[in-house]
Nanobody, 124 residues
C-alpha cells in the first residue's frame, strides 16, 4: 500500500483559490486510482474528485464541478487538487485516498490508503 501525506490547506476568502497536494510513498503509485474526499463538521465524508491511473479520466462531485481540478504527476508520486472560486461551504478537512486499479470509486470504503487530512477554511 502507499502512504499518503497532504499539504496545502489553509485559510482563503470566498472567491479565492487553494491548491492541495498529496504525496505518495512507494514505487507503485501509478497503479492506484486516486481521489479527494472532504468532511465538514457534523457531516458525512463526501467524494470531491477522483482521477484514473494515467490522469486522463477524472470525476467530480456536482458541487465542485467547474471550480475544482484534480491532476496527478506519476513521476513525482503526487496528486493535486486545484480549488478555485472557493465558497464557505467548501470548508472541511480534505483527505486524499488511494485504491489499486483503474476504477474511480465515489464510495470511501473502497479506498485502502488515506492521508491524515488537511484543513481548508473559506471565509465569507
Amino acid at each position: 500500500q502507499v502512504q499518503l501525506v497532504e499539504s496545502g490547506g489553509g485559510l482563503a476568502q470566498a472567491g479565492g483559490s487553494l491548491r492541495l497536494s498529496c504525496a505518495a510513498s512507494g514505487r507503485t503509485f501509478s497503479s492506484y486510482a486516486m481521489a479527494w474526499f472532504r468532511q465538514a463538521p457534523g457531516k458525512e465524508r463526501e467524494f470531491v474528485a477522483g482521477i484514473g491511473l494515467s490522469g486522463i479520466t477524472t470525476r467530480y462531485a456536482d458541487s465542485v464541478k467547474g471550480r475544482f481540478t484534480i491532476s496527478r504527476d506519476n513521476a513525482k508520486n503526487t496528486v493535486f487538487l486545484q480549488m478555485n472560486s472557493l465558497k464557505p461551504e467548501d470548508t472541511a478537512v480534505y483527505s486524499c485516498a488511494a485504491v489499486p486499479g483503474f476504477r474511480i470509486h465515489r464510495v470511501s470504503g473502497q479506498y485502502v490508503s488515506w492521508g491524515q487530512g488537511t484543513q481548508v477554511t473559506v471565509s465569507s
